[in-house]
């Protein structure tokens, strides 16, 4: 049975199905749950920005609403009866996934797995395709529908 269930989210639509998948399988399991947001500029858009400010603005912006959507998927869990922390951490998603569900001891790990191009892939990787391949422990990978 699992006792620790890492859940990576990011901004993206799926992430709530990755959330539901998440609690889900704590529920049944009485897991703890650790919800984890990646703050990575690839995510952000970095090129979006005209200069510098903008760009520290925008990254405010993006590091309130990624703990905004922490705390609300917190709040849920916490509601169904499931115990449920949080984290939020700056660097490569896949690799912080990876580190953290190591150092916190995650039986498993739900991710989300986003379709791409050959050539993205190529260009950008693939976050579950990277934690499929060094996680520390099991992954649960959510495909879109």
């Not at 405010?60 to 709040?75: A, M, P, V, W």
């Amino acid at each position: 049975m699992f006792q620790r269930i890492l859940v990576a989210l990011d901004n993206s639509e799926m992430s709530q199905r990755v959330f539901e998948e998440g609690l889900s399988i704590a529920k049944v399991t009485h897991a703890h749950l650790m919800l984890l947001h990646v703050l990575s500029d690839l995510e952000l858009g970095y090129a979006n920005a005209k200069n510098l400010d903008e760009h520290l603005d925008k990254w405010e912006e993006y590091r309130k609403k990624g703990l905004e959507l922490l705390q609300s998927r917190q709040n849920i869990a916490t509601y169904t009866g499931v115990d449920t922390g949080f984290t939020q951490i700056v660097g490569s998603a896949p690799s912080t996934i990876c580190k953290l569900a190591q150092s916190w001891k995650a039986d498993l790990i739900v991710v989300g797995h986003q379709r791409k191009s050959p050539l993205q892939e190529l260009a950008l990787g693939s976050v579950s395709n990277y934690v499929m391949h060094y996680a520390p422990c099991s992954v649960l990978t959510i495909q879109p529908t």
